[in-house]
């Protein structure tokens, strides 16, 4: 119950374009949704996150959609650059302890 | 201001020695947490810390691996008897409360037991 699934893998994307990627959850206490962002050698930062009170953040480039009834949520990357080339990852959190529940991660690369 | 800070960057370290690793949050943040990120597990979180006590330590792996944090600043991972499935990037985030607050992560400590 505590899992949070993360597709795809890998996505490669042609400059200019929309990335998406998609997460899914079991546990219905989750109430927050961040997304990351991770280059090569470096923590993961903080790109955008939502809670199941609203069905779309936006934020620049970046787009949270959320469907809480389908227990589903995904990161649109609109325009994206090569400089977007990192790995993305999906997370859960209740609102608790704030510990983060992440998904496998995606690794995205952005063809100039 | 200043991020979170960790040391060291990298160590390694014969299989069964000790290590510990430190973390340094950003100021005024009440919440640290403890992740591990390796290639085959993913990033998983491992002890959560607010203030000086530890209400979640739920991710710790083994009775091997313990954290303590003084003056609701510095924390300290330690492992002893350091096995070769230790290795991994140990990773520190903190937050302003333990309350679904941004996380913000360090650069991790890369851990290799040889």
């Known amino acids: 119950q505590q899992q949070v699934k993360q597709s795809p893998q890998s996505l490669i994307v042609q400059k200019g374009g929309i990335s998406i990627i998609n997460c899914a959850y079991e546990n219905t206490a989750f109430d927050y949704f961040p997304w990351y962002q991770q280059f090569p050698g470096k923590g993961p930062a903080l790109l955008i996150a939502i809670r199941p009170d609203v069905s779309e953040k936006k934020e620049g480039r970046f787009t949270i959609s959320f469907n809480k009834s389908a227990k589903q949520f995904s990161l649109h990357i609109m325009d994206s650059q090569p400089g977007d080339s990192a790995t993305y990852f999906c997370a859960a959190s209740r609102d608790n302890t704030g510990k983060l529940i992440f998904g496998q991660g995606t690794t995205l690369q952005v063809k100039p | ?114």
């Open chain 2, 1 to 114: 201001g200043a991020g979170v800070s960790q040391s060291p960057s990298n160590k390694v370290t014969e299989k069964g020695k000790d290590v510990e690793l430190r973390c340094d949050p950003i100021s005024g943040h009440t919440a640290l947490y403890w992740y591990r990120q390796s290639l085959g597990q993913g990033l998983e979180f491992l002890i959560y810390f607010q203030g000086n006590s530890a209400p979640d330590k739920s991710g710790l792996p083994s009775d091997r691996f313990s954290a303590e944090r003084t003056g609701g600043s510095v924390s300290t991972l330690t492992i002893q008897r350091t096995q070769q499935e230790d290795s991994a990037v140990y990773l520190c985030a903190s937050s302003l409360s333990g309350s679904n607050q941004p996380q913000h992560f360090g650069d991790g400590t890369r851990l290799s037991i040889l």
